[in-house]
């Protein structure tokens, strides 16, 4: 018997706080030490699904969608589709007031499965092919992105009725990791580009978009990235006497994965992208256009919690400790993890955390503070893990892990666990 047992009082102020910068800000210790989320136990949901899931909280998904509508209340908010694209969260996030931006024919079907308006949804990709564009054309989406030549060509052909267009560009601005696609902002291909858009009777060029790259954190670079913009919108304008009024800056929104990490700051990302806007304008003597971002990670990834449960624990050739689990990573990079079943009482020691196939290459988290005696069975939670691929998906033949939301002490199954017989389907017969 522990003087937890004896003194019950003591429990709140043995157990310690979860770090709201990167657990869901739902995330509790109940009365027993567990960990929970959405009102539901991690530990009962790694019982009742198996692990490796994803569990999704549904309140935190909504409440970052109501953060960007009070911080932007001039701004169109458009939820990057490819960051997590499930009917339910398609529907969470237009619910919420944003649109949807896909980036293929498969997150197109699945967005118009969940009865999103197809003139809120925007097609973004880098060449899309033909049958992109024409189902994009035949559902009769909002916008298309384009951002080479042959697309320009391809939707002129398919256009049956007058198609808003919006040019992909690269402003130029040096990002780490950015992105290579984009007309070059100003130069001879990108003139070319729309002048081939204007020519087209059936496509309307309504605007400009860009996308700098992914875990931003300096919101000076979205600043920069509208004001070159709005002086090539100005210069379109005087050239060919088509005013753009639509700016698109994309996302790209830093999201931290372990404690100390960085996140973007909204809040001086808003006044910001205003004065970057002001000024814009006024320097160029261009009507104010409307703008545009595409947050994705930064909607769906602090809402995303990944169970996983511990298969063996052991000692490595540095001597430190390694915590082998029954997943992958995700490609989330290196976070953090927490044993999900019982509290954190008692020795502690550093470990690494690592997928039972280790030729994958990468750490699921690493420095992370476990028991010193924690044993096969248990479960580990690793925060931050809402966005993009499924851990482990397709490699070695494992199959994606189910997602789950939680919301308000109940649990919904959103997508079940890819099975080897639904692999074996994709073969062909020999």
Same mark, same amino acid.
């Given at each position: ?87 339910? !969260? ?9 649109? !949807? ?73 040096? !990002? ?162 927490? !044993? ?91």
């Amino acid at each position: 018997m522990t003087l937890l047992d004896i003194f019950p009082s003591l429990r709140a102020s043995a157990v310690p706080r979860l770090d709201p910068t990167v657990w869901p800000t739902d995330t509790h210790y109940d009365g027993d030490g567990r960990v929970t989320l959405g009102g539901v136990a991690l530990h009962d949901i790694a019982d009742q699904y198996g692990t490796p899931v994803r569990v999704l909280d549904e309140t935190e998904v909504r409440r970052r969608c109501r953060v960007y509508r009070e911080l932007f209340p001039d701004t169109e908010i458009v939820y990057a589709g490819t960051a997590l694209m499930l009917r339910a !969260v398609a529907r969470w996030v237009t619910e919420e007031g944003l649109a !949807v931006q896909v980036g293929s024919a498969g997150e197109l079907e699945v967005a118009l499965a969940a009865g999103i308006d197809p003139h809120r949804i925007i097609l973004q990709g880098n060449g899309t092919p033909f049958d992109e564009l024409r189902a994009a054309v035949t559902a009769g989406i909002g916008r298309i992105v384009v951002s080479s030549l042959t697309e320009i060509t391809l939707l002129a052909s398919l256009a049956t009725r007058r198609q808003q267009v919006l040019l992909r560009v690269a402003p130029g601005i040096e !990002v780490p990791g950015g992105s290579r696609f984009g007309f070059p902002l100003g130069g001879d291909s990108c003139a070319a580009a729309v002048a081939r858009i204007i020519a087209q009777p059936k496509l309307i060029l309504s605007g400009l978009h860009c996308h700098l790259g992914a875990q931003i954190r300096d919101p000076d670079l979205y600043a920069e990235a509208i004001r070159r913009m709005i002086g090539v919108m100005a210069r379109i304008h005087t050239e060919h006497a088509v005013l753009l009024t639509h700016l698109d800056i994309g996302g790209g929104h830093a999201v931290a994965a372990r404690s100390g990490g960085a996140d973007i700051d909204l809040r001086e990302l808003a006044d910001i992208l205003d004065d970057a806007l002001d000024a814009g304008c006024a320097r160029h003597h261009f009507p104010r256009p409307v703008l545009t971002m595409e947050p994705g990670r930064a909607i769906v990834a602090r809402a995303g919690v990944t169970l996983y449960r511990v298969l063996a624990v052991t000692e490595v050739g540095n001597g430190g400790t390694c915590v082998i689990v029954d997943g992958d990573s995700a490609g989330h990079g290196v976070g953090t993890a927490l !044993v999900v079943n019982r509290h954190p009482a008692g020795p502690q020691l550093a470990a690494s955390v690592v997928g039972r196939h280790g030729a994958a290459g990468e750490l699921i988290a690493d420095e992370v503070r476990i028991p010193a005696d924690l044993r096969a069975g248990e479960v580990l939670a690793v925060p931050c893990t809402g966005a993009y691929h499924p851990c482990g998906a397709g490699y070695r033949a494992g199959g994606s892990p189910p997602v789950v939301a939680v919301a308000h002490g109940r649990t919904d199954l959103l997508l079940r666990r890819e099975t080897t017989a639904d692999l074996l389907t994709r073969e062909s017969a020999q």
